[in-house]
């Protein structure tokens, strides 16, 4: 195959028309595929990415975003992408569909660029004599191979992984720019946009490390003919991009090297042992690239025993590594598509990842390299009579993609699908449970931790959620058993500390309960929920000024938090601040009108203090609100008595012995009202 002499060339396609019609087309479709995504619930690593990261609870000033991603979650050291999800929490707060709408348009864009690439290459002097004159339509057909593939949903529903889908997006910008750079006259601003993709690709995943090295290997391939001439022609570009290097090693480090303790060679996994488990890992993403039958949102961690294991799988990555070195030589352009698929998956196959062995979302760029190489070789095949196939190729995989979005519809959907596919994954069987649980399904939840324990023993967080469906399910004897069990595996799981507490107040050992209060808080500090719950123990003790510090703390870590307001307001009373308790129930009924107990107890405060008929307003809301609310009736009876209403306040304190049969105060006042003066 001949290389270009020419030192600046022109890579510009010709009809503008039909390329606009397959931009829209490739919009339409995609959105198309991504219809039924908007209203998938956040699951799996958005809990941590989004529901509880605090970072992201205010878009300005930006650097609260940029610099304060948890270094444990999928947006730590990714400050680009943690900014994404600040404007989608400025947009709708943690209601989906903002976030669902800009993953989609980020896919769109990505589509748009490739799109783009591919024309221009197609249309450059490489390919232009085999595939010039149809370009746009082949650069369509590849696009929406690549766009529609059902392998892709998990970096486009699965909204933490924005992170892959958006370096996808600067990935190809970069390339985009740096084609923009070549054919133009005044190269210097398409080269500046190029950097800065490659610097905002960095920030927002490490697999952007291997732009540079594609970018150059492109060069060679359908610009300047040989690594020589591209590096003599462009060398500051090149060092440019090398520089980009410098900040993604910077926020690497700040997640410690190891990404909180998920990758890296410090992560607890052998390197020879993941390294051999990624000859499967290739082997299946090569096959699902082409068949996507089973897809599994989260396959868990799976281990090499014998080598004999890998054999199979060795065979198909050696013959493909080796097909692409031979290509790079022989073939340059099928070189540079098998270098592309193998280069970018580079970093998750070399660096050891502790949670996930393999994961789908990888295959985000790397699938670009199978659909171009299908839609060429169909070409090539059959001229323009492929154009049947490939069509009708790309509906059935948008088919399938919007057919795999419904299984995303809900958590008990997706876990119950991956259980289904990979059944000795102890992680999916733990998200199973807890999905399972959220639908008040408590003993299939407590059979799936059970199921998740059997593979995996040393679970922590198995136990602790096995803990909470025992003492939704009464059995807390048994679930503080496996609150100590996990915390024996890891003392400093503040979860576990924090749900052992709650289970022995309840059991009346409040004094040990503190205990782990003050250590779930030493753990984690700003923890709303915990300072609550110590203040309640602490009341329950008879130590008022320290509950109501706790209550404090939590309301200024969490203003909107309505059962500390209710908490707070509680002791005060017992302090005699009669008006600054009114202050905090009304407070709590402004954040949640239902809380039946902040109603009944403003209402008995609204009657103390001579505004009785107010009062019985909030009681009778309360009982609106919990018609089974026996406080709430006497103290609507101890009200109507107040005015003198005799007979309805006997009729209250009657359906207080009703709902409370052993209800004494109930008892000693209907003694009161009907005893013969």
């Given at each position: 195959m001949s290389t270009p002499a020419a030192t600046t060339v022109s890579l510009r396609a010709p009809g503008r028309l039909q390329a606009f019609a397959a931009v829209a087309a490739i919009a339409l479709a995609t959105f198309a595929a991504y219809h039924n995504c908007f209203r998938a619930p956040f699951v799996f690593d958005d809990q941590f990415a989004i529901q509880e990261n605090a970072s992201i609870r205010h878009i300005w000033p930006a650097w609260n975003a940029l610099l304060q991603a948890p270094a444990g979650t999928t947006v730590g050291g990714r400050p680009v992408a943690n900014l994404t999800l600040a404007v989608n929490y400025a947009l709708s707060g943690t209601e989906v569909w903002s976030y669902h709408a800009l993953n989609v348009l980020i896919h769109i864009l990505g589509a748009l660029t490739l799109f783009s690439i591919v024309r221009r290459t197609l249309s450059g002097p490489v390919l232009s004599g085999r595939f010039g004159r149809d370009a746009v339509p082949l650069s369509l057909a590849v696009v929406l191979l690549w766009s529609l593939h059902p392998l892709q949903t998990e970096s486009v529903t699965y909204v933490a992984q924005r992170v892959e889908s958006l370096m996808g997006l600067f990935y190809l910008l970069t390339l985009y720019c740096f084609i923009r750079s070549v054919e133009s006259r005044r190269p210097a601003p398409w080269r500046a946009c190029a950097v800065a993709a490659c610097l905002l690709g960095m920030a927002t995943k490490e697999v952007m490390a291997t732009a540079p090295i594609l970018v150059l290997l492109y060069d060679r391939t359908?610009?300047?003919?040989?690594?020589?001439?591209?590096?003599?022609?462009?060398?500051?570009?090149?060092?440019?991009?090398?520089?980009?290097?410098?900040?993604?090693?910077?926020?690497?480090?700040?997640?410690?090297?190891?990404?909180?303790?998920?990758?890296?060679?410090?992560?607890?996994?052998?390197?020879?042992?993941?390294?051999?488990?990624?000859?499967?890992?290739?082997?299946?993403?090569?096959?699902?690239?082409?068949?996507?039958?089973?897809?599994?949102?989260?396959?868990?961690?799976?281990?090499?025993?014998?080598?004999?294991?890998?054999?199979?799988?060795?065979?198909?990555?050696?013959?493909?590594?080796?097909?692409?070195?031979?290509?790079?030589?022989?073939?340059?352009?099928?070189?540079?598509?098998?270098?592309?698929?193998?280069?970018?998956?580079?970093?998750?196959?070399?660096?050891?990842v502790a949670t996930q062995t393999m994961a789908e979302h990888r295959m985000y760029l790397p699938l670009a390299a199978v659909a171009a190489t299908a839609a060429a070789g169909a070409y090539v095949l059959a001229g323009r009579r492929s154009w049947l196939v490939l069509g009708l190729l790309a509906l059935l995989l948008g088919f399938l993609t919007a057919r795999r979005n419904e299984v995303y519809a809900s958590e008990l959907s997706l876990w119950t699908d991956t259980v289904a596919k990979r059944p000795d994954n102890a992680n999916a069987r733990n998200y199973l449970g807890l999905a399972l649980a959220k639908a008040g399904r408590i003993p299939e939840a407590i059979g799936q931790y059970r199921a998740a324990l059997e593979i995996q023993p040393a679970f922590p967080g198995v136990l602790n959620n096995l803990g909470n469906a025992l003492d939704r399910s009464g059995r807390t004897p048994e679930a503080i058993g496996c609150y100590e069990a996990a915390l024996a595996l890891e003392p400093g799981f503040a979860a576990?500390?924090?749900?052992?507490?709650?289970?022995?107040?309840?059991?009346?050992?409040?004094?040990?309960?503190?205990?782990?209060?003050?250590?779930?808080?030493?753990?984690?500090?700003?923890?709303?929920?915990?300072?609550?719950?110590?203040?309640?123990?602490?009341?329950?003790?008879?130590?008022?000024?320290?509950?109501?510090?706790?209550?404090?703390?939590?309301?200024?870590?969490?203003?909107?938090?309505?059962?500390?307001?209710?908490?707070?307001?509680?002791?005060?009373?017992?302090?005699?601040?009669?008006?600054?308790?009114?202050?905090?129930?009304?407070?709590?009924?402004?954040?949640?009108?239902?809380?039946?107990?902040?109603?009944?107890?403003?209402?008995?405060?609204?009657?103390?203090?001579?505004?009785?008929?107010?009062?019985?307003?909030?009681?009778?809301?309360?009982?609106?609100?919990?018609?089974?609310?026996?406080?709430?009736?006497?103290?609507?009876?101890?009200?109507?008595?107040?005015?003198?209403?005799?007979?309805e306040a006997i009729a209250e304190f009657e359906k207080v012995l009703k709902l409370q049969p052993d209800d004494p105060s109930a008892r000693r006042m209907l003694q009161l009202i009907q005893s013969p003066r």
């Open positions: 359908f610009v300047a003919g040989t690594f020589r001439r591209a590096w003599r022609e462009r060398r500051g570009l090149y060092l440019a991009f090398a520089a980009t290097w410098l900040p993604l090693a910077a926020w690497v480090s700040s997640t410690g090297w190891s990404r909180g303790g998920s990758a890296g060679f410090s992560a607890g996994v052998s390197p020879w042992g993941y390294w051999l488990a990624q000859l499967e890992a290739v082997a299946r993403y090569a096959g699902l690239s082409v068949w996507p039958r089973r897809l599994v949102f989260e396959y868990g961690p799976f281990r090499v025993h014998t080598l004999a294991e890998v054999v199979p799988y060795a065979l198909v990555a050696v013959v493909l590594a080796a097909a692409t070195l031979f290509a790079l030589r022989r073939r340059p352009v099928l070189g540079f598509l098998g270098a592309w698929f193998l280069v970018i998956l580079a970093p998750s196959s070399v660096v050891p576990a500390h924090y749900n052992l507490a709650k289970a022995l107040g309840r059991s009346g050992r409040t004094p040990e309960a503190i205990r782990q209060l003050g250590e779930a808080l030493r753990i984690e500090p700003h923890h709303a929920d915990g300072h609550d719950e110590l203040g309640e123990a602490l009341l329950r003790s008879g130590r008022t000024a320290e509950a109501i510090e706790q209550f404090g703390a939590a309301l200024r870590l969490e203003p909107g938090h309505a059962r500390a307001h209710f908490d707070l307001g509680n002791a005060l009373v017992q302090t005699g601040r009669i008006p600054e308790a009114i202050v905090h129930f009304k407070e709590a009924l402004r954040i949640q009108p239902d809380l039946a107990e902040a109603s009944n107890n403003l209402g008995v405060l609204l009657c103390r203090t001579g505004r009785t008929e107010e009062g019985i307003q909030r009681i009778e809301a309360a009982l609106r609100a919990q018609p089974g609310f026996a406080q709430a009736h006497f103290s609507r009876g101890m009200a109507l008595l107040q005015m003198g209403r005799r007979d």
